[in-house]
């Protein structure tokens, strides 16, 4: 049977409500464990947050009976740890086993050696804490917070403002994205052939070394600066010999792989394969047609015909004016506040720029309290009511 926290306390175990934490500390760990001893110590506000989080469990499994499974509790902070630090569900085991006062939240004592968490365990559950979950306790943790500061008759303002979440991409040329699309391509080929026993991809990693022999030499070469038309005119067709040359080459190695996707045999196993190499070759297909338009005809390719990215192909190029950023890759976020700090809504603007936000401006409409899980640090501003961040000068 799940439970939501085991109700007798075991030796050398604290309880959660009397935690101590050094309140000097300006560490997102301590924050976050500070906003969930609140909850916890609060019986209406618990209730009704372990009343919403019941939903996780399967509607056929019978509560009443069977081996008990992670607790409700034990799945609420490891979940929003885990959205907090943006991390991977390694470290969340990590802090779980190793980390004292976070043991110590989890309801383990001192001596409580039997209480490791293993990993498979850990993503079996955290899994479970979706968006819909996290959005239905961040109206539930908004609410109390407005009872809790006294304003929640008070008429609702707000103010929004947009940031980009950067992602990790590095610096974007036709030719590098060209680059990695070809190399990807070529890698997954080689491996296709090695499981299914196709030629033609056995020197792959001596073709690779090849490429990029081809691309620095193309990467290198820059127009001229000479006032000689006759040496700007020698310069020119170097640059045009080399992306020709690395062009030509690619177009083997595409040609080649469309004879691999031909023979590949049809089955689930090797349709993932076969997705990634056509995602692949379409990548370097549009690079080897943008690299043509601009080397050779000399056209200025559109913005919104560029990618960023042939791995996150959501990458945007964002300028957004700042001193010293001239620009960010990554994608805009909108987030909205109110004037007490609580986080009451986002929106992933894809596509879109600040004119279509509320960029500055106060909203006092009422608003519904709306929270999804892509921007990690939002729920520690829901859940978090006494942060000390928003009280430091």
Known sequence: MRQVLTPQLQLGEVDIGRIEFDLQSRDDILQLLRGLQHIYATAELREAVFGHLEQIIPQ????????PGME?????????????????YDRVMELANEHRTLRQMLGHGLVDEDGQYRLQTIKDNVRRFTPQVLDGINQIVVKAGHRELGAEEAPLAGRCDSFVVETDVHFPTDIN???????????????AAEKYGLSGWRQSK???????????????????RSKDEAKIEARRGEILAAHEALIARCEEFLERAKGTLAELPSNPLSAHTCEG??????HAERQIDQIRRRVVEGEKIPHEEKVFSVFEEHTEWVSKGKAGVPVELGLRVC?????????????????????????GTFITEPLRFVLGSAIFRVFVQAVYIYSPRFHHA
């Open 206 to 224: 001596y073709n690779c070394r090849c490429l990029r022999r081809l691309y620095r030499r193309a990467q290198r070469l820059k127009p001229s």
């Open 60 to 67: 056929e499994v019978d509560t009443n009976t069977g081996r």
């Open 335 to 359: 987030v909205l506040e109110d004037a007490m700090g609580f986080a009451l809504h986002h929106r992933v603007m894809e596509k879109q720029n600040d004119s279509l936000a509320i960029h």
């Open 72 to 88: 409700l509790w034990d799945i609420l902070v490891l979940g929003t740890l885990r959205l907090n630090l943006n991390c991977h």
């Open 177 to 191: 994205l060209f680059s990695d699309a070809i190399r990807e391509v070529i890698g997954l080929c080689a491996q």
């Open 277 to 282: 190499i056509e995602r692949f070759m379409t």
